[in-house]
């Protein structure tokens, strides 16, 4: 795909202009282990090479918790079952998670959690944990915890339920925007002189026979780089390598086989994280929590993201796949868990999930450990028989550490004697320079830009906000004058398509919606309702074809059908309602205020809850289990329901009705991998 490669197609050239014969390292993977492996090698003065069969992030990192984080339930272990190599993880993930800070201050951020609390006794216990978690970061820390009383814990999070609450203990942890990040980390790669392509994919490693006497025998085979492809082409040629490294994540195993054989046993256990997405009003957008105590001891976060709402996650054992499916099991009980924080007037349903996606996390064994039944806690590292370096597991938070003890050994296993020291702890990302907290004013006074759009550059792209805003259409409008939406309720503008095709690496209507933007991970049906603009844009930068235009449509809609939208594609017109945010269609209301009307006893808007069951029967609507939901809305005391009381037993009547048609109403009990063996999670 890059003249560097060596590839036919010097078209999307990075800036390295001459032709490299060998590099010193050929990086597999674009996730963010692999792209911090690129930028810690160019940083050192190496030659070094990345490919990536489908898109930076396209993977792990782009589904992620969003978190920057030591762990504080990974802490809580650590003392409760002395665990030194628990304790030794959270101080390396607190550090990192202060470079985060440090290096890309526009995409990376300190968020306050609030952790609940329910019962007198857990209070000390929450303020320990808190203030152990808080001395470990030491002088790296961020804001300090503190605890809150009833009042003021409902005051910051007026949605939490009430009901027993002592009060909420409130610690700061580290968020991001992950995949925009690891474009950040690749994009300065470049910077320093890496040639990295994605939709490049490995198709054999290159072997050669060793002619000198070192740590292994001549005439062994020795990996000397790699027959690539590009996956949209077709194209294949050859890169030559000193060392190859394997950071592919839950597919590490795939490229172990081309090296050794397709008898080689696996090494990763993948397990999925499933996120789902909510609107903006479950959650105050500067707060967010954490329920350490659900029904089957899983974690679940509920944090602000993206103007959205995050929650998840799950923890369960899946298949390596390149867009896996969240299952509506898992949605449903992450929904569920949501609800028994929440204040019981506040019913979050399935129609409220705006997107969903599943993240593969890819816990390894070590195939150099004698018990190779066991999962390690953290990362692993291993050098095969040929030389291949495999890199995998850890987490997003210690992806630099990661990075750094792969190149360290890369250097000694292939003699890259001419390497220097690694620097990445101070090496700032692409935008950091000439970024501010304020640069969005600016931003608004030079271009128009509407307030939101202005922040969203800012905090997406850094000081290169500047570029994207000056590439910003005329909207046509006395206001704003610049900046016209990709959708109307997300501040994304088609300016942001022209500069991630042309600055970006972006090939595919996918890279854009997905990974360039995060609308396709926020919102599956606004995605696909902005998709046909995207394209068209894509068109006139890239010159697609008819036949073209058409595969990108297809491809989009089927991986949006991974982000929840299949759901909704798929479901009967009767039970489509399920899945949408609204329940009743304007006939429907309409019909259901007129019977209302008919009943309606005093000239007070009200009818009488006796008279309910007669209501429902005229509407032609079983009112099987009416009493114990009017119990649940607790308006059978009033002996009245006005008409949005009455609404909401005909809505949970009618998502009893799916939920149970749709068998989704109970979880069933599944296998678990539990997050002290997961290092983290995604």
């Known amino acids: 795909m890059l003249a560097a490669l060596g590839s036919p197609a010097a078209a999307k050239a990075s800036p390295a202009t001459k032709k490299v014969d060998e590099f010193d390292l050929l990086i597999c993977g674009g996730g963010a282990t692999g792209v911090g492996c690129a930028l810690d090698a160019a940083t050192r003065g190496l030659k070094v090479a990345l490919v990536e069969r489908d898109d930076f992030a396209a993977g792990t990192s782009s589904r992620s918790t969003k978190l920057v984080h030591g762990g504080v339930r990974y802490l809580e272990k650590a003392f409760k079952e002395l665990d030194i190599e628990q304790y030794k993880l959270v101080v390396e993930a607190l550090h990192e998670r202060s470079i985060f800070l440090k290096i890309a201050p526009y995409l990376s951020y300190q968020l306050p959690i609030m952790l609940p609390v329910y019962s007198y006794w857990k209070m000390p216990y929450y303020f320990v944990g808190a203030k152990a978690y808080e001395f470990l970061a030491g002088s790296e820390g961020i804001s300090p915890s503190y605890f809150v009383g009833k009042r003021k814990a409902l005051e910051a999070f007026p949605m939490l339920k009430s009901d027993n609450l002592v009060g909420a203990m409130i610690y700061y942890d580290g968020a991001h925007n992950d995949s925009r990040m690891n474009l950040a980390i690749g994009l300065t790669a470049i910077a320093h002189g890496a040639v990295v392509a994605n939709h490049v994919e490995v198709v054999e490693l290159v072997k050669k026979r060793r002619n000198f006497f070192g740590k292994k025998a001549i005439g062994e085979q020795e990996i000397c780089g790699a027959i690539v492809r590009d996956t949209l082409t077709g194209a294949t040629w050859t890169v030559k390598a000193k060392g190859v490294i394997n950071a592919t994540g839950p597919f590490s195993d795939g490229l172990r086989k081309l090296d050794t054989g397709f008898t080689t046993k696996d090494i990763v256990a993948p397990s999925a994280g499933v996120h789902i997405i909510l609107p903006n009003y479950f959650s105050p957008q500067n707060m967010g929590l954490i329920d350490p105590e659900t029904s089957d001891g899983r974690v679940i976060f509920f944090l602000p993201w993206q103007g959205n709402v995050i929650a998840g996650t799950t923890d369960s054992p899946t298949t390596v796949e390149a867009n896996p499916m969240p299952s509506e099991e898992d949605i449903t009980w992450i929904l569920k868990e949501v609800g028994n924080y929440l204040d019981p007037g506040i019913k979050v ?326 997050t002290s063996r997961s290092g983290g999670g995604v």
């Open 349 to 674: 349903r399935r129609g409220d999930v705006l997107a969903a996606w599943s993240g593969i996390r890819p816990l390894v064994r070590d195939p150099a450990a004698k018990n190779t039944a066991a999962l390690v806690r953290n990362h692993m590292i291993n050098v095969s028989e040929s030389g291949l370096l495999t890199i995998a597991g850890g987490k997003w938070t210690t992806y630099r550490a990661m990075a750094q003890e792969t190149i360290d050994i890369a250097v000694q296993e292939f003699g890259l004697t001419h390497a220097g020291p690694c620097v990445t702890e101070k090496t700032k990302l692409v935008g950091t320079e000439g970024w501010s907290p304020n640069m969005f004013v600016k931003l608004i006074q030079n271009f128009g830009l509407e307030t939101e759009v202005a922040q969203h550059l800012a905090d997406s792209y850094g000081s290169q906000a500047w570029a994207v805003a000056s590439m910003a259409s005329m909207t046509g409008l006395r206001w704003p004058i610049h900046g016209k939406k990709l959708s109307p309720q997300y501040p994304y503008i088609e300016a942001e398509v022209r500069y991630a095709v042309r600055r970006e690496y972006a090939c595919t209507a996918v890279d854009v919606l997905a990974r360039r933007t995060r609308l396709a991970m926020l919102n599956a049906q606004a995605a696909k309702e902005a998709l046909p603009r995207v394209i068209e844009i894509m068109t006139a930068e890239l010159g697609w074809t008819r036949d073209r235009q058409a595969k990108e449509y297809k491809a989009a809609l089927e991986f949006l059908n991974c982000m929840g939208l299949a759901y909704l594609e798929n479901a009967s017109a009767e039970d489509q309602t399920y899945y949408t945010r609204n329940y009743f269609v304007p006939e429907e209301l309409s019909k259901y205020q007129t019977e209302f009307n008919r009943w309606v006893s005093k000239g007070d808007g009200r009818i009488r809850t006796q008279d309910l069951g007669r209501v429902l029967k005229a509407l032609g609507i079983d009112s099987a289990g009416a009493e114990g939901i009017l119990k649940g809305l607790e308006v059978e005391v009033k002996g009245s329901l006005e008409f949005g009381e009455f609404l909401e037993v005909l809505s949970t009547i009618k998502e009893e009705k799916l939920m149970s048609k749709l068998n989704v109403g109970v979880v069933a009990e599944r296998d678990v991998i539990t």
